[in-house]
């Protein structure tokens, strides 16, 4: 799998949904990258901008997209990798400001 073929299964289907990749292609297909090696290191698309710990059932919240994506998006345009965003946020609608890490504690590595 290569980021271009990941970027081109995964558009459609997310767009349907109402999340848009970032429009800054070289940070997406990075963050693809990342999902990539994640995937080949623990057999899952850890998220690329958390520490997994490897056990699927420990990361289940931060396989992307992850939990958090939705209330991310919903409340800043964008999610915490800044990977999925809202298409308001693409287009320079809403302000693009931190996304603060919803994770409990107890789960960061």
Known sequence: MTP???YETLK?????????FNKDENM?????????VNKERYGYMACP???ASGDREKD????CPCVYRVPD??????CYCG??????????????????????????L
């Open 60 to 63: 289940r919240d931060i396989i």
């Open 83 to 108: 990977l999925y965003v809202s298409k308001e946020w693409n287009e320079g609608k809403i302000p693009h400001v931190y996304v603060p890490e919803r994770r409990p504690p107890e789960k960061l």
């Open 73 to 78: 998006v919903e409340e800043y345009g964008s």
């Open 4 to 6: 271009q073929k990941l």
């Open 28 to 36: 997406t297909f990075q963050l693809l990258e990342g999902l990539i």
């Open 49 to 51: 901008c958390r520490l």
């Open 12 to 20: 459609p289907i997310q767009e349907q949904k109402g999340y848009f």
